[in-house]
């Protein structure tokens, strides 16, 4: 069993910077893999970076490789997600995810979730 808890969300102007944490609970976030996903209002969850178990693997969407960057801390149990470059694309809720084994884009697949932090960009 897997708790999750984001934070580090805000509003901050085009073109700054947030950084995004989940803190895990539970004895076996280490062998979990993790992911971030958001979801802006009236659209579908969408999946944005995932993070294998040991932190040797990511994965990102398209829309946001080369200013989002994915990283773990397992002696913490935490997960961040580093957001530069932010665009008026990227307003939405953001909600960090964990599913054991290995990595995979797909909401269905992520067995915990957490409750979702703001994140607002303003032009």
């Known amino acids: 069993q897997v708790q999750l808890v984001e934070s580090g969300g805000g509003l901050v102007q085009a073109g700054g910077s947030l950084r995004l944490s989940c803190a895990a609970s539970g004895r076996t976030f280490s062998t979990y893999a993790m992911a971030w996903f958001r979801q802006a209002p009236g659209k579908e969850r969408e999946f944005v970076a995932a993070?294998?178990?040991?932190?040797?693997?990511?994965y990102y969407t398209d829309s946001v490789k080369g200013r989002f960057t994915i990283s773990r801390d397992n002696a913490k149990n935490v997960l961040y997600l580093q957001m530069n470059s932010l665009k008026p694309a990227d307003p939405a809720v953001y909600y960090c995810a964990a599913r054991p084994g290995t990595i995979v884009r797909f909401i269905n697949d992520y067995d915990y979730w957490g409750q979702g932090t703001q994140v607002t960009v303003s032009s």
């Open positions: 993070i294998s178990w040991i932190g040797g693997s990511t």
